[in-house]
């Protein structure tokens, strides 16, 4: 065992390796004090303490959900116009970030972005939202919803630390071996993202069985399945996905851990080591989150549109089974994230058409959405506001996924833009927007008044402009052929559009009152 | 379906709750005891993924030798026998406790059967760790090959889930001793039954597959 976890601390753990990262763990250790000393100010250790971190009201538990995913959303999103700023300046010149630091930023944000902002966002809404929806006191497990709790926050506190004192993966959010292996990424980096991802997944998995028992068990005298709201039947689904799902990364991570702390050869490159099973088996948790990550935003669409419209919800019975469709179907395209690591043609295409698939349930969905609309008295508030954008932005980011599935172009665009474009494509409005759209939603039963509509609106308008500015370029040029978490670039004709998507972040929008 | 025995007062399947607390108690004994097993039988679903993780990842580096020593050289299959018989005597003696914490109620016949499952657990995991240091004396260390980590990570991780599911046995005879079989010593009983079984199934795989394909193949 060459180092315990996570290395030994000396002057080179801290972060002078670029003044980037210099600035940015000082702001994390300036905003930790701040708040530590405001919390004291207040009085507040008393309160924070009883009322909150130790409480098991699934209420207070989903907000701090969303707290926590907040903090991170600000950090990677910050992360992400840097990196952008980078690229935009980097033409035939090295730009202002060391390459080391660059990978470091790409593996945070999509770590973040993935496990630390958007689980937590939806886990939280779920907590607040489904058992109020079914009629059920709290969730099955009160206790284990708080370790729970504990458990992804630990896993975002490491990746904070990582910030400070040492330093991160520079192996991507997905940390393929053998790069990651030891002989290859020596340093304390792939520990810290290790154990960030195998602490949120156990985390996860909890979630995921607590859900799942709560909806089956907990609801009340009359609630049958089919008169449940559509957000609990995404809640049922994202829980079987998780339960499901989650092991396979569990795994995964600690069988890396395993080859790095304990000299084993899973996914080395020597002594019989096979990467492929590491891929695997990432994918095969990776291909469900990605639907954990959007369903619970379906479910959120098919509460606002139905609200908004004044009108019941269109097709009910078709959008719980395209939920559970896309549930079953999730498990069986995992392969598409590696169309071109050597199998079998034949392989391909049957991953390429179960892939394609998917778009059919999706379809049904947006339909009914739409149906749903007609002919309602549509008020155009900002939850409505973000799931029109959504039906809009989505079906350009689905199209380019069909695109996708089919193996003879994803070798053309594999790690290119285009790839990027497509998977922020479909997050940003069918995880984010879904989220933010609840959060505007649901905020007035969790805290007694409604957000400010006007600035929701700013908001809005800021997000979905930028999201636009910053991806839908990003198509063209990944098309062009620009390989993704590219540092620099030298190539003429992808330069300008580049250079034009550094305007994106506007996240000024979190927590604006009345 | 277990309603039905006797009119004794609800019962779920598998155990039977005190009926000696007022109506309403029982009712919200029964439904606590329902979620508990139903959550965790979920949870054992999910524990069954890792473990088909392991079994797979096994089934995919069985070539993966690496020059080192393979199955026929490592595995001792009398050993590997009596560690099987061990752990299906356990479970059959599992399931002798959990009838006796049902049917005939008695605190000591089920602390009895749940110690000799207890006996017979220490006695599978004396085995394998004598396997393991055979293994590790005969060259076949985990670091060897891809092959080797697979079959030990897929064998200890079993091993630990026995570990584990012994010291959660000694931590309910703490419990028991000190309340009885209440409702909530009852369901923990019989989940940790559940987890008891569910390995003995797993170790039916690792048998099968591990040892027998390794050794006769």
Not at chain 1, 9 to 14: E, P
Not at chain 2, 147 to 162: D, E, K, N, P
């Amino acid at each position: 065992m060459r180092h315990f976890l996570l290395g030994s601390l000396g002057y080179d753990a801290l972060p002078f390796y670029s003044t980037i990262a210099t600035l940015a763990a000082s702001v994390v250790v300036l905003g930790a004090l701040a708040v530590l000393v405001f919390v004291t100010w207040l009085k507040g250790w008393g309160t924070l303490w009883s009322g909150w971190l130790t409480s098991v009201d699934h209420k207070k538990i989903g907000i701090m959900y969303v707290v926590v995913s907040f903090v991170m959303m600000a950090r990677a999103v910050a992360e992400a116009a840097v990196m952008r700023s980078q690229q935009a300046v980097a033409y035939n010149n090295p730009g202002f970030i060391p390459p080391e630091h660059f990978a470091q930023l790409f593996t945070t944000h999509g770590t973040i972005m993935i496990f630390f902002m958007a689980m937590p966002f939806l886990i939280g809404i779920y907590n607040f939202v489904l058992p109020l929806q079914i009629g059920a006191r709290d969730v099955s497990f009160p206790v284990m919803n708080s370790i729970s709790l504990g458990l992804t926050t630990a896993g975002a506190v490491l990746l904070m630390i990582s910030l400070c004192i040492g330093k991160f993966s520079t192996g991507g959010w997905t940390g393929y071996p053998p790069y990651t292996e030891l002989s290859f990424s020596p340093g304390v980096g792939v520990d810290y993202w290790i154990w960030a991802l195998t602490l949120s997944s156990v985390g996860n998995t909890m979630t995921g069985i607590n859900f799942a028992v709560t909806v089956y068990k907990k609801r009340a005298p009359g609630m049958t399945l089919f008169r449940m709201p559509l957000f609990a039947w995404t809640a049922l689904c994202i829980s079987i996905l998780m339960i499901f799902a989650m092991p396979p990364l569990t795994v995964a991570t600690l069988m890396l851990a395993m080859d790095r702390y304990l000299d084993m050869h899973f996914f080395t490159n020597d002594l019989g080591g096979n990467m492929m099973n590491y891929i695997n088996m990432f994918w095969l948790f990776g291909h469900p989150e990605v639907y954990i990550l959007i369903l619970p935003a379906f479910g959120v669409y098919s509460e606002t549109i139905a609200t908004f419209s004044n009108k019941r919800l269109y097709g009910y019975t078709s959008l719980v089974w395209a939920t559970v469709s896309i549930a079953v179907l999730s498990f069986t395209v995992w392969l598409h994230h590696f169309f071109t690591m050597g199998q079998d043609g034949n392989v391909n295409a049957v991953f390429g058409i179960a892939t394609m698939l998917i778009a059919i349930p999706t379809g049904v969905k947006i339909y009914d959405w739409l149906l749903t609309m007609v002919r309602g008295r549509i008020r155009i508030s900002v939850p409505m506001l973000y799931a029109c954008a959504f039906m809009m932005l989505f079906v350009v980011g689905g199209a380019t996924g069909v695109m996708l599935a089919n193996p003879g172009f994803d070798y053309q665009v594999h790690n290119t833009l285009f790839l990027v474009a497509h998977f922020h494509n479909m997050l940003i409005p069918g995880l984010l927007f879904g989220m933010l759209s609840a959060y505007h939603y649901w905020f007035p039963k969790a805290f007694g008044f409604r957000l400010h509509e006007g600035w929701g609106r700013v908001v809005f308008g800021c997000w979905v402009g930028g999201f636009i500015l910053a991806f839908m370029p990003l198509y063209i040029v990944g098309a062009l052929g620009m390989p993704r978490r590219s540092r620099n670039s030298s190539r003429p004709s992808t330069n300008p559009i580049s250079g034009s998507h550094s305007v994106a972040p506007c996240w000024c929008w979190p927590l604006l009152p009345a | 379906m277990a309603q039905s025995v006797q009119g004794k007062g609800p019962s779920h399947i598998g155990i039977r709750l005190s009926n000696s607390a007022p109506a309403s108690h029982r009712e919200e004994a029964r439904t606590q005891a329902e979620e508990a097993l139903f959550g965790f039988w979920i949870f054992l679903m999910s524990d069954l993924i890792i473990f088909s993780m392991l079994f797979v990842t096994y089934a995919t580096m069985g070539h993966s030798l690496a020059g080192g020593p393979g199955p026929h050289e490592l595995f001792d299959l009398s050993s590997a026998a009596w560690e099987t018989v061990a752990l299906l005597a356990s479970s059959f003696t599992c399931g002798l406790a959990t009838l006796a914490m049902r049917y005939d109620r008695s605190l000591a016949k089920t602390l009895l059967w749940f110690a000799i499952t207890l006996f017979l657990g220490l006695v599978f995991l004396s085995l394998e760790l004598h396997d393991f240091m055979t293994m590790a004396s005969k060259g076949g260390v985990p670091s060897r090959s891809g092959w080797l980590s697979a079959s030990w990570a897929l064998i200890a991780t079993h091993g630990l889930h026995v570990t584990s599911g012994c010291i959660w046995m000694l931590i309910m005879f703490v419990q028991a001793a000190k309340f009885g079989l209440d409702p909530l010593v009852q369901t923990r009983f019989m989940r940790l039954a559940l987890f008891w079984h569910f390995l003995d199934i797993i170790w039916i795989g690792i048998f099968s597959i591990v040892y027998l394909l390794g050794v006769l193949s």
